[in-house]
């Protein structure tokens, strides 16, 4: 099983861009799907992108189409959330999961391996 670590969450200004990074340790990451889920206070888990294992398909909640793209280095173990024109909205704890499994899916209870989160804090 994969452990995940991610980085790259900061305090920006509205409109700045992050790129965020899910290191995995393991050889096996590549047989893995890979999710970015995003936490704020007082709210539950929201799905914001995942991608398949070798990476040819992605999947994006509609409120960050257009701004996030997430992608992945099978070489490097890493996959990367790039977020552009941040919005005080995008403010949250980001979260990266692994899936064993043969299925995209945006529900948190099908990744069965999750990171320790990322604070991203977008002020107006």
């Known amino acids: 099983q994969v452990q995940l670590v991610e980085s790259g969450g900061g305090l920006v200004q509205a409109g700045a861009s992050l790129r965020l990074s899910c290191a995995a340790s393991?050889?096996?990451?590549?047989?893995?799907?890979v999710a970015w889920f995003r936490q704020a206070p007082g709210k539950e888990r929201e799905f914001v992108a995942h991608?398949?294992?070798?990476?040819?398909?992605?999947d994006y909640t509609d409120s960050v189409k257009g701004r996030f793209t997430i992608s992945r280095d099978n070489a490097k173990n890493t996959v990367y959330l790039q977020m552009n024109r941040l919005k005080p909205e995008d403010t949250a704890a980001y979260y990266c999961a692994a899936s064993g499994g043969v299925l995209l899916s945006r529900t948190p209870r099908m990744y069965d391996t999750w990171g320790q989160g990322t604070q991203v804090t977008v002020s107006s």
């Open positions: 991608i398949n294992r070798s990476g040819g398909i992605t």
């Open positions: 393991g050889r096996t990451f590549s047989s893995y799907i």
